[in-house]
């Protein structure tokens, strides 16, 4: 018999969850007829199909009830004509589920604001029910599905790594983890009793030929096939199965599809840019990228390493804003809460660190300050005065600074300790973005202004006197967070570990999301019933 109750009972919930629907949301009436003739309609079929596929886009079918519509829709079909309260709940539920699944698909699952505080990025604005009225007049939900889904060259490349890693999780590879490693690390050439199955694992994952036969022991093309793995997971690429190696070569393709499905979720955040050139950090991998935007088509004439804030206590924010200006020869204020927690104290215990570092100290009114004494600490402390450090070779912002204001007052900039850019995991910080090619990144700013050429930046970083630029063309920033990327069309996956904890909060959140939408259908049923 076909739940005619459970239809109802979907209605009701899906109404009385809209509060994250966008305003003007399909009613409950026949605005969309889904049944014909007392039968559910084509376009009534592919809804369900579309529903039930929802998994394909990192979306969880159970969450739109697609299971009870589709057995709804097919017993209809079979069983008598529908009356017409039954007509009005399963039209009702339809159009409310695939709403529900448009909204997801275009704007996400949760609102970002309510997972990280601080998160800010300009709003998307489709009209969704507009969108699927079209879509039902032109007798084609596809349409709508396409204006839903984000158009990111990074979503559509992570689709079907979505799909090989789920095939995975049925693979022998998989199960059970690799054995004990002979010794607190694994060096080529070493006998160890994984190898067939850490080969089988690599071919799996397409880090080895499909044909490839194990050895008999850790070396040759097997080593290759793990300095590729580790290479597409942000590890020294040495060959040395070390503990993080080991770690790695454990996690199940489930949390692998499971890291994929998160990075889709934040991509629905993030809106559409109108800029031809953006710069675009990627947090976990601490990488930056220019892309130059032409309709579709994207090109990424920019890349480098970055350093990010700490994971401990000064993770730098999600966000996009403008780049507005370049600050050549940068004084560094240094913020208030580093001079009372770190630049004072140490102050007090080395004196001479003032003018080691080339610092001076600006007072309330005005007044620069070029010694020190008790009463200026005192001073900087209580915050009656700042500390800020001179251009020159010791400055911590190097010899430039690229701004693009916002409210958590971060901006790129060089840094003197060039060192830390060879490192595996880059989070140094104190929040803002240490970048490690800055010619190369003033030279993309300020593209449309061809008398700054390489050598005219190099000149104005290095002459010492502190000078700032507004850029003729501002160009959008944005800060991301996505620890699983394809890198390039048609490319490798590349994962990223968590380092601020960012998926595990999402993945709460989500859960939260699908539990609320489960308690909230027993409740309406409860009450029917």
């Known amino acids: 018999m076909w739940p005619w109750r459970r239809t109802l009972v979907l209605a009701a919930c899906l109404f009385t969850l809209g509060w994250s629907l966008p305003s003007g949301a399909i009613a409950a009436d026949d605005s969309v007829a889904w049944i014909v003739q007392g039968r559910p309609s084509a376009l009534a079929q592919s809804a369900v199909q579309i529903l039930e596929q929802a998994g394909d886009e990192g979306l969880n079918p159970s969450d739109y009830d697609a299971a009870v519509l589709g057995h709804s829709?097919?017993?209809a079909t079979k069983g008598k004509l529908l009356t017409a309260e039954q007509q009005t709940a399963l039209n009702a539920a339809i159009?409310?589920?695939?709403?529900?699944?448009?909204?997801?698909?275009?704007?996400?699952?949760?609102?970002?604001?309510?997972?990280y505080a601080n998160f800010n990025v300009a709003p998307k604005t489709l009209n969704l029910?507009?969108?699927?009225?079209?879509?039902?007049?032109?007798?084609?939900?596809?349409?709508?599905?396409?204006?839903?889904?984000?158009?990111?060259?990074?979503?559509?490349?992570?689709?079907?790594?979505?799909?090989?890693?789920?095939?995975?999780?049925?693979?022998?590879a998989w199960v059970g983890n690799l054995p004990a490693l002979p010794a607190?690390?694994?060096?080529?050439?070493?006998?160890?009793?994984?190898?067939?199955?850490?080969?089988?694992?690599?071919?799996?994952?397409?880090?080895?030929?499909?044909?490839?036969?194990?050895?008999?022991?850790?070396?040759?093309?097997?080593?290759?096939?793990?300095?590729?793995?580790?290479?597409?997971?942000?590890?020294?690429?040495?060959?040395?199965?070390?503990?993080?190696?080991?770690?790695?070569?454990?996690?199940?393709?489930?949390?692998?599809?499971e890291q994929i499905a998160l990075t889709m979720e934040r991509l629905r955040w993030t809106p559409l840019m109108a800029d031809k050139r953006v710069l675009v950090v990627n947090l976990p991998e601490f990488e930056l990228r220019g892309l130059e935007i032409d309709g579709e088509a994207v090109q990424i004439p920019l890349k480098m390493n970055v350093i990010v804030g700490k994971a401990l206590n000064t993770r730098t924010p999600m966000f996009d804003e403008q780049m507005r200006a370049i600050e050549f020869s940068p004084y560094w204020n240094v913020p208030p809460s580093i001079t009372r927690a770190e630049t004072v104290p140490k102050l007090r215990r080395d004196p001479g660190y003032f003018d080691r570092q080339g610092f001076e100290i600006v007072t309330r009114s005005g007044e620069v300050v070029t010694h020190l004494d008790e009463t200026h600490l005192a001073a900087l402390q209580n915050g009656q005065a700042r500390i800020r450090q001179r251009p020159g070779a010791q400055n911590a912002l190097g010899d430039i600074k690229f701004i693009f204001p916002n409210n958590d007052n971060i901006y790129m900039h060089h840094t003197p300790s060039v060192g830390l850019f060879q490192r595996d995991r880059r989070d140094?910080?104190?929040?803002?973005?240490?970048?490690?090619?800055?010619?190369?990144?003033?030279?993309?700013?300020?593209?449309?202004?061809?008398?700054?050429?390489?050598?005219?930046?190099?000149?104005?970083?290095?002459?010492?006197?502190?000078k700032t630029i507004r850029l003729k063309t501002p160009v959008m920033v944005v800060i991301a967070y996505a620890t699983a990327i394809v890198k390039q069309r048609g490319g490798t996956i590349y994962f990223y570990a968590d380092i601020y904890g960012h998926d595990r909060q999402l993945r709460a959140a989500l859960s939260q999301y699908s539990q609320r939408l489960q308690a909230q259908a027993s409740h309406q049923s409860g009450n029917i019933l």
């Not at 159009?95 to 309510?114: A, E, I, K, T």
């Not at 994984?194 to 097997?222: E, I, K, N, W």
């Open 129 to 172: 029910p507009a969108t699927l009225n079209a879509a039902v007049a032109a007798g084609d939900l596809k349409q709508a599905v396409k204006a839903a889904t984000p158009a990111f060259p990074l979503y559509q490349a992570l689709k079907p790594w979505l799909a090989r890693y789920r095939a995975l999780e049925h693979n022998p």
């Open 184 to 257: 607190q690390k694994l060096e080529p050439g070493v006998p160890y009793a994984g190898v067939a199955l850490l080969t089988a694992r690599l071919v799996s994952l397409g880090d080895l030929p499909a044909d490839f036969v194990a050895p008999d022991r850790y070396q040759g093309p097997l080593v290759d096939g793990v300095k590729i793995f580790q290479k597409r997971h942000g590890l020294t690429e040495d060959g040395v199965i070390g503990k993080t190696t080991f770690e790695q070569l454990n996690v199940k393709p489930a949390a692998r599809v």
């Open 428 to 466: 140094f910080s104190h929040g803002c973005i240490r970048v490690e090619a800055p010619v190369e990144l003033a030279q993309f700013v300020l593209k449309d202004e061809p008398e700054w050429t390489a050598e005219k930046i190099r000149e104005a970083m290095e002459n010492g006197t502190s």
């Open 95 to 115: 159009s409310q589920s695939l709403l529900r699944y448009l909204h997801d698909l275009h704007y996400g699952r949760v609102d970002p604001r309510s997972v």
């Open 73 to 75: 829709v097919v017993a």
